[in-house]
T-cell receptor, first 114, second 114 residues
Framework: NAGVTQTPKFQVLKTGQSMTLQCAQD?????MSWYRQDPGMGLRLIHY???????DQGEVPNGYNVSRSTTEDFPLRLLSAAPSQTSVYFC?????????????FGEGSWLTVV | GQQLNQSPQSMFIQEGEDVSMNCTSS?????WLWYKQDPGEGPVLLIA?????ELTSNGRLTAQFGITRKDSFLNISASIPSDVGIYFC??????????????FGPGTSLSVIP
C-alpha cells in the first residue's frame, strides 16, 4: 500500500528558483494538507484542501501556491525560493476534514535553499 | 490563532525509566491527539482523546484529556530505545474560521540512553 507519496525526498535550490513538491495519495481521501517542520517550531500548516478544486491557506502560506485538480494529487509550488524556505515539508491526507485522528503523513521532503 | 505549547522541549532518560510530558493551550480543544515522529519519517498517530477526563492507553503509553480541555498529558512507562523520537500533541481547531485546520505543538524530543 503506497499511502501518501512525496517527491523528491531531497532537493537543493538556489535562491530565486522555482520548484514543485509532488504529493499523491491512493486512499481516496478528500482532505490533504502541506506542513513544514522547523527545529523548535513543530509542524506548521502551509495550505490545505478539503476536496478537488478547493484550497485554502494555513498558518504560513506566503511564498507557496497549491492546486487540487484531482482527489489524488496536491502539489506544492515554491514560486521564488528563499533561504527561509529551507525546511522539511510533509504532505498529509485524511478522509475527514479537520479530524486529526485520521491524518496520514508522507515521509517528508528535505529542501535546502542556498 | 490557537497555539499549543509542549513541555519539556527535550528529555534525556535512562532506558527503563518512565516519561511524562504535557501539552497546554490557552483555548479549549475538543479532541487531543498524540503523534510520534521517528527520525527521518513522518509523524504517526499514537493516541486520540475525545472527552474531558478521558484516560486512554496504547501499550506502554497512556494519555489523558485534561478536565479543563486546555491540556493533555502523555506518559510512557519503562522506556526502551525505540521510544526515541519527537512527540507532538495536536488538535483540530475550535475556532469558527478554522474548523478544517489541525494544530500541532512544537514537540518534545525524547532520547533514551541504553
Amino acid at each position: 500500500n503506497a499511502g501518501v507519496t512525496q517527491t523528491p525526498k531531497f532537493q537543493v535550490l538556489k535562491t530565486g528558483q522555482s520548484m514543485t513538491l509532488q504529493c499523491a495519495q491512493d486512499m481516496n481521501h478528500e482532505y490533504m494538507s502541506w506542513y513544514r517542520q522547523d527545529p523548535g517550531m513543530g509542524l506548521r500548516l502551509i495550505h490545505y484542501s478539503v476536496g478537488a478544486g478547493i484550497t485554502d491557506q494555513g498558518e504560513v502560506p506566503n511564498g507557496y501556491n497549491v492546486s487540487r485538480s484531482t482527489t489524488e494529487d496536491f502539489p506544492l509550488r515554491l514560486l521564488s525560493a528563499a533561504p527561509s524556505q529551507t525546511s522539511v515539508y510533509f504532505c498529509a491526507s485524511s478522509p475527514n476534514r479537520g479530524a486529526g485522528n485520521t491524518i496520514y503523513f508522507g515521509e517528508g521532503s528535505w529542501l535546502t535553499v542556498v | 490563532g490557537q497555539q499549543l505549547n509542549q513541555s519539556p522541549q527535550s528529555m534525556f532518560i535512562q532506558e527503563g525509566e518512565d516519561v511524562s510530558m504535557n501539552c497546554t493551550s490557552s483555548s479549549i480543544f475538543n479532541t487531543w491527539l498524540w503523534y510520534k515522529q521517528d527520525p527521518g519519517e513522518g509523524p504517526v498517530l499514537l493516541i486520540a482523546l475525545y472527552k474531558a477526563g478521558e484516560l486512554t492507553s496504547n501499550g506502554r503509553l497512556t494519555a489523558q484529556f485534561g478536565i479543563t480541555r486546555k491540556d493533555s498529558f502523555l506518559n510512557i512507562s519503562a522506556s526502551i530505545p525505540s521510544d526515541v523520537g519527537i512527540y507532538f500533541c495536536a488538535g483540530p481547531s475550535t475556532m469558527k474560521t478554522s474548523y478544517d485546520k489541525v494544530i500541532f505543538g512544537p514537540g518534545t524530543s525524547l532520547s533514551v540512553i541504553p
